[in-house]
């Protein structure tokens, strides 16, 4: 099964929770610093678009500070999923839709979210998902990506490998796995981006970048869209 399948059709929905429900503590710790660090980007009157939101784990915590928060996937099992669970947020909207082709003006939202290292888990190419996001966030907006420190790989092994004994993915390939990238003997496969990597894309795209490491567990960038020209009337 290719990764794309595993999160459209496999690691979905209710699957996908229980990811999440059998996280051990300290990679509970790293999905809650993954929030609150974006959560302190946002402000009261941003409108918010999260990519790969699944069923929209963290829309609720990000719709109770931002004015708008719409998250997409491709996986209309996940999203069906977490529609009545995000019923409560009537500012909050879900859409399924393909991160290499935002269905969105330039410049719509303040802030684009993709993380957890979904700048792997996608699949598509990262430098044109960091231009298709940057496109859509306006001028003074960020766009926030995160992948794994290194020093969470630890952690984050011993999560995929709970992961691959509950049936959620396949056996974990031991002969394969290593250096930040892990690999399933079902053909699943997902790398780390590190400082340089993120800094040689924001490089390339000509843009400002800022990468820091958060709680010893991810590594983010954030990323400001270039200044757009004004359009002649």
């Not at 999923?81 to 839709?97: D, E, S, V």
């Amino acid at each position: 099964m290719s990764v794309v399948s595993y999160y459209k059709e496999g690691l979905a929905a209710e699957r996908l929770r229980r990811v999440y429900e059998i996280a051990p503590p300290r990679v509970r710790r790293y999905l809650d610093a993954e929030l609150d660090y974006v959560l302190v980007g946002i402000r009261p009157g941003d409108a918010v678009l999260e990519l790969g939101c699944g069923y929209g784990r963290i829309l609720g915590p990000v719709a109770m500070k931002a004015r708008l928060v719409v998250g997409i996937d491709l996986s209309l099992a996940s999203l069906r999923f977490g529609k009545p669970q995000l019923a409560a947020y009537p500012n909050c909207g879900l859409a399924a839709m393909d991160a290499r082709r935002l269905g969105f003006r330039d410049g719509a939202f303040d802030a684009v979210l993709c993380i957890q290292n979904g700048i792997s888990a996608f699949k598509i190419d990262p430098l044109a998902l960091m231009g298709e996001s940057l496109r859509v966030v306006r001028p003074g907006g960020t766009a926030f990506f995160s992948s794994y420190s290194d020093r969470f790989w630890n952690d984050r092994l011993e999560w995929f490998r709970l992961q691959a004994a509950a049936g959620l993915v396949g056996e974990i390939d031991e002969g394969q796995t290593h250096d930040g990238v892990i690999v399933c003997k079902d053909g699943f496969k997902a790398r780390t981006f590190r400082p340089a990597d993120f800094l040689s894309l924001a490089e390339r795209l000509g843009v400002e970048a800022r990468v820091e490491e958060v709680d010893g567990s991810s590594v983010f960038c954030a990323v400001k869209p270039p200044d757009r020209a004004p359009r002649a009337c």
